[in-house]
């Protein structure tokens, strides 16, 4: 007998099983994978040049991390408190980082709304949110 996993009852499908939740597992997966990959080399071999940008990389794998499992595994909640946490992250940093660039030495996931990876930190959160609604919506209907 299946247990209830998150936000779902026991035995159903998580919900980004397919389509587009399947896509925006991965693209979170692969997120945290080089934000994480990336604060490890940074944390590691030049955390005296920008403690605070390289803690915060380490900060967003986590963020990441969290909502790829929430997702995958059908926890509503916790993907929506990960993916606000994300997006409250991103505009903050973003715009710290361009009215004091000397606070940011070095480059997070998020400076700069996500400028060193196409964007792509800014609008994931927002596309997150907007697929979790649009899902909670579709299962609230008769």
């Given at each position: 007998?299946?247990?209830?996993t998150?936000?779902r009852?026991?035995?159903?499908?998580?919900?980004?099983?397919?389509?587009a939740?399947?896509?925006l597992v991965a693209?979170y997966?692969?997120?945290?994978?080089?934000?994480?990959?990336?604060?490890?080399v940074?944390?590691?071999?030049r955390f005296?040049?920008a403690?605070?940008a390289?803690?915060l990389?380490?900060l967003a794998?986590?963020?990441?991390l969290?909502?790829?499992?929430?997702?995958?595994r059908?926890?509503?909640?916790t993907?929506?408190?990960?993916?606000t946490?994300?997006?409250?992250?991103?505009?903050?940093?973003?715009?710290l980082?361009?009215l004091?660039?000397?606070?940011?030495?070095d480059?997070?996931?998020?400076?700069?709304?996500?400028?060193?990876y196409a964007f792509?930190?800014l609008?994931?959160?927002?596309?997150?949110l907007?697929w979790?609604r649009r899902?909670?919506?579709?299962?609230?209907r008769p």
């Open positions: 007998m299946a247990e209830a998150g936000d009852p026991a035995g159903e499908q998580p919900a980004a099983a397919g389509g939740g399947r896509v693209v997966g692969v997120f945290a994978l080089a934000a994480g990959a990336r604060a490890a940074q944390l590691s071999t005296a040049e403690p605070v390289y803690l990389s380490a794998a986590a963020v990441y969290v909502a790829t499992v929430a997702l995958a059908g926890g509503r909640r993907a929506l408190v990960a993916i946490v994300e997006l409250v992250g991103v505009l903050v940093v973003g715009t980082s361009l004091d660039p000397a606070a940011f030495p480059e997070t996931v998020w400076s700069a709304y996500g400028r060193g792509i930190p609008v994931l959160p927002v596309a997150g907007l979790l899902h909670h919506q579709r299962t609230l």
